[in-house]
């Protein structure tokens, strides 16, 4: 498990075959590290280079990409992540979720930094990956468990409880379309459908183990990084206390937070499902990745009327609401159980709840009745229908076998005008952020490879809940010579602090690190520096950001995405009924507008194409074709 | 002459109008100068937002700017410098022209970060300022003198012998279209005819004395970067040695070296007029600008057959090129005479040394005879024909009258196709390097604002003269993530990289900064910081270097000038008649491609016009119109 440090910053790629059983390792050099930088990068790389334009997402000519980046494993609060990829059997693009826990730790210190997963095997089987070393070992008495089951018989079978082991439950084999894969029990690579590329290759589980960390070209960096994390404890507070979602109620206000499928504003018993609340009323612990000081994640435990196992962890601020408001739900013990349900059957909460927002809405209008839904009165408020929804999906039963194609797909099914109701973006449902509220989000929504995303952009949302200036900013790009626009703005100004902040999280995607560790540009390009020895900088970051984007726009391209794929529901171009936003839809012609000059500052053309030259210019005109 | 440095950064503008003698200061603060930093920034505001579209740049109209930078006058090597600015009469768009010696850091010490001069006084006058007033004082006296005269006098009248005198002899005073501003008698503003808006203004001179220098933010990070200038006095160890020109020889191999108009290739006597045979031959010492430890500034003697006056320094490279082998002149003593005379009578060596030789060419093709010479056989070599044209073009004599219009009005009047002769861009004669060894610097040539401009960018050049690589660099902009291009090639890779170098190079005029301190971008960002305490970087650079570029071209399209106006003269297109590019021309869409390319990048139209939505990202749509 040697690696060179001397000629830079290196890595391993661990190749497994499931058609054929072979599995291979080939080292990946300084400048491939250095052009691609990990996570994402390597997974547009992979996928543009490996994936034929055109294939089934579910079947075996797809891979499934784990990668990390030259921060994940590193003892440092925030760099326990990597990224998951392959071609979305939701969106039909290029997708990627990112997720923490200590899997990414434990890959790395098994000498890895890539694993691609092939073909498809006869059998259910999983990975056994543990000190460079790779099996293929049988599953069939692990398919139909759920999470926690999973990896409690492997760690048992493997007789190591330490083992970390990234699985699907039914809902990946299943094949829900937005299946995710579980990290444990309660950390989800959730969104775009991982887990049902998992379960299209019989792919139950991938365990990992290992004891020896790459060296680092210069420990006092990090070190440094360490301490300034130490003394800004403060600015990750709010985490540590309440985990995600602590500004839910002036969210609300605000109205940000989605009501009744993005369709109405103001949800007064806002306060009955905050994280303060479930701090007050259930909360028995708090869980951290590898290596994090912060410990977001919230442990619940439930006796009555649900049973909420605690190994499921508890809801995050995204559950809450898709679960939640978005389903006019306000039973924070329903939601609870929702999200034991999701993580137990590896479905991604997002689109679970949108999608049974979906169907909410179509019930109260008449479109989806009780002979579709096998007599569940499907009303937006309705907690236990919703629950019964989670399991309907993730068994693919009845109407959840319709919904688990989700909203868009469900909608094109039903017809009717249902598509008004499908609250997605490539078919991806929207996360727990109003585009109305802030334009910003809404571009990057639209323009996002991977469909609607929470984790693309939010500057104005973190602005107008922390802030009451009239003018957005990125306080760290102030000295990148960004300046601020205005709130309501969606101006050239603003879709240039989008494109900073977009930047800003796929480099933070690439390395793998934590969004909620707030590093400055330079911090995360100083950290890059001292892991690898690179005489790296903010700038580099920036256009390595404009060279991911664009592979992952490119794999796009190559599926048949347009610009017109690049759109919002038609719904945001309305108000919402009641609350803050009862005035405020969005502007369609301003959000074109506003895509066309992102565009241009990527180097696409007007229908979104990256140019050239472009391609050139980023050294990955090679990339743009396979037969 | 108190300034403000709680609140960052400022300084004051002086104002002098000659029309009604009226003299005023205002400030500038912090969020200006962090807009536009200095120099070639503020030349570009004030002439955007104070002078009408369309005026005579000789008439009253036009202003005189003279701008200073934050480093400016700073006691550290390279900080010597400030930029004079107007409407040329030469290109008829935007001008800028820097120098050294001792001028800038004496007017920052008199409290002035500007000089704004307008009108047209009635008699000729000089302004004396010192320590915070300006005098009107009249110069009629003065009118006619060389430029060693004009100081002499006015630093006798003044009665102090450390004033120093910006001014102009009688090439000024004569409108030669290319006459400079000397700065002593011999450091020139010499490009883009800023004496002849002295000279149509009857402002003789500009003397400049003060005590005062504002305090500096950091003053550790100030020295630090002294500190590393003492270290590093070997990168500079050729400008010491030689000055200006050390590796003319490799250059003349190369194909670098102008020969006999940009005709010809080869110039075997080359080793009779490089920098190393005048240290040898005639050089008596080495002259530097204020602060400097380099001293790159030749001072020779000459005795016979010419009287070189040591008082006017000695021949640049440029100047050696321009009056020697671009005329086919291996005469090194004549060189040195017509170096003494351009400053002598304020005019650019350049423009002189390629009108000079135009008509050579024109004389040898028999477009231009002895009775349009007065008899003078004006052909190539003829070093005594060279040097009665210099005194001709200053007086405005016989065919110096028609020189003294700049080789591109010459041709038009003479007409005969001798357009083909007129080796310019935007009516500025190219300087001496040779854009079809670079073809970097052949975009240069074609986009910059100011016409042919041998500060523009020179990567290739740079790279060809001193290392043997296939692929061409800016060494410090690889920690940026800008990667190498190959030599020959000007594809987009390579346009980013002339965009990155001309990027470096606009904000040296603007900090204003010497070219020739190879200090990499980020110590121009750390001396930025130290000096003005904004946490400036790297990236607000190269936005602030878009936004001056940008503010040129909207100048320049303001007066009429378009897309078309950015090209090369039909000679490159063609290879030299022998030498190292004999078989090497230019190919036309190949740089027209580059030029789109440039012009995307830019933020500019294809017609080369900025886009709408980029000047308001900069923050300058409200620069565009004036009335």
């Not at 098994?110 to 460079?132: C, M, R, S, T």
């Not at 493997?158 to 299946?179: C, F, H, Q, S, T």
Request: proline share 5%; with cysteine.
């Amino acid at each position: 498990m040697e690696r060179k440090v001397p000629g830079g910053y290196n890595g391993r790629v661990l190749r497994v075959n499931l058609t054929n059983h072979k599995v291979t390792t080939d080292p990946i050099d300084d400048l491939f590290c250095r052009k691609y930088l990990g996570g994402v990068g390597f997974i547009a790389y992979y996928l543009l280079t490996e994936v034929r334009p055109g294939i089934d997402p579910l079947s075996p000519e797809n891979k499934i990409i784990f990668a990390l980046g030259p921060l994940t494993g590193l003892t440092l609060g925030g760099c326990a992540r990597h990224a998951v990829g392959a071609k979305s059997p939701l969106t039909g693009g290029i997708a990627k979720s990112e997720v923490g826990e200590y899997w990414g730790s434990q890959f790395k210190r098994a000498g890895f930094d890539v694993l691609i997963v092939e073909g498809k095997a006869e059998q259910p089987v999983y990975l056994w990956i543990h000190n460079g070393k790779a099996e293929i070992k049988e599953a069939l008495h692990l398919w139909g468990k759920n999470t926690k089951e999973t990896q409690e018989t492997i760690r048992s079978e493997l007789a190591d409880a330490k083992i970390r082991v990234a699985m699907i439950g039914p809902g990946g084999e299943n094949l829900v379309k937005y299946a995710s894969i579980m990290h444990g029990p309660f950390d989800a690579a959730g969104r775009g459908g991982m887990g049902a590329i998992m379960g299209s290759k019989n792919l139950k589980a991938v365990a990992v183990r290992g004891d020896s960390m790459p060296p680092i070209a210069n420990s006092d960096g990090v070190k440094k990084v360490i301490s300034w994390l130490k003394e800004n404890m403060d600015l990750v507070k709010a985490f540590s206390d309440f985990g995600t979602g602590a500004p839910m109620v002036r969210f609300e206000k605000l109205g940000n937070l989605p009501i009744r499928n993005f369709r109405d504003g103001g949800f007064p018993n806002v306060d009955m499902i905050t994280p303060q609340v479930i701090k007050e009323t259930m909360r028995v612990g708090m869980e951290g990745c590898f290596a994090c000081p912060v410990r977001c994640k919230k442990v619940v435990e439930v006796e009555d009327p649900y049973k909420v196992d605690r190994a499921y962890g508890g809801p995050e601020y995204e559950t809450i609401g898709a679960l939640g408001s978005a389903c006019g739900i306000d039973d924070v013990k329903a939601i609870a159980k929702g999200s034991e349900l999701c993580n137990a059957y590896s479905i991604d909460t997002i689109s679970t709840g949108v999608s049974i927002a979906f169907a909410m809405e179509c019930f109260e209008n008449g479109l989806l009745t009780t002979e579709d839904t096998h007599g569940v009165e499907l009303e937006f408020g309705n907690a236990e229908a919703m629950l019964k929804m989670i399991e309907l999906i993730a068994r693919r039963e009845g109407i959840g076998d319709l919904l688990a194609e989700g909203s868009a797909r469900a909608a094109e099914k039903i017809g009717k005008g249902t598509e008004a109701f499908a609250i997605q973006v490539k078919k991806q449902e929207l996360p727990m952020h109003e585009p109305r509220l802030s334009k910003s989000l809404g571009l990057g929504y639209m323009v996002n490879p991977h469909g609607a995303d929470h984790m693309d952009s939010m500057i104005d949302i973190f602005f107008s809940a922390f802030t009451e200036q009239p003018n957005v900013t990125i306080p760290d790009a102030i000295p990148l010579g960004l300046e601020p626009a205005p709130f309501e703005d969606i101006g050239p100004r603003k879709v240039v602090l989008f494109k900073a902040f977009q930047s800003k999280r796929i480099i933070a995607d690439s390395l793998v690190f934590c969004h909620f560790i707030p590093f400055s540009y330079r911090q995360m390009a100083e950290l890059t520096s001292a892991v690898t020895g690179w005489d790296t900088s903010v700038m580099e970051h920036f256009r390595i950001a404009e060279r991911i984007l664009t592979m992952c726009r490119l794999f796009n391209v190559r599926e048949g995405f347009t610009a017109a794929d690049d759109k919002l529901p038609a719904r945001f171009f309305e108000p919402t009924k009641g609350g803050a936003l009862s005035e405020k839809p969005l502007n369609f012609e301003q959000m074109e507008k506003a895509k066309r000059y992102y565009y241009f500052l990527m180097g696409w053309d007007e229908s979104g194409v990256p140019m050239n030259e472009k391609l050139e210019e980023l050294g990955i005109d090679h990339l743009g074709t396979i037969s």
